[in-house]
């Protein structure tokens, strides 16, 4: 992985930590708007996070592939996954 590992690690834990707080939320019977913005951060946060991902892919792997052929074949999985994103 070419992205920043520590910046992805930090965002991951942070989530973590999000979805933690959310369980206890559940447990304790909270709002339930209060309950979906907290998710919603954590989705945010998760974003933030595959964003790093996929930016360094391409800004690497992409960038540094050995033939066309190896190029087109990584595009192509960008586009995959932006399907399932979209």
């Given at each position: 992985m070419r992205a920043d590992k520590a910046k992805v690690t930090r965002l991951l834990k942070t989530a973590a930590g999000?979805?933690?707080?959310?369980?206890?939320?559940?447990?304790?019977?909270?709002y339930c708007l209060e309950i979906s913005s907290q998710i919603m951060a954590a989705q945010n946060v998760l974003k933030r996070a595959n964003r790093e991902v996929i930016s360094a892919h391409m800004a690497g792997?992409?960038?540094d592939a050995e033939s066309p052929e190896e190029r087109e074949e990584k595009l192509e999985e960008i586009l995959t996954l932006l399907e399932k994103l979209l």
């Open positions: 999000q979805i933690e707080g959310v369980l206890k939320m559940i447990e304790e019977d909270r792997c992409v960038r």
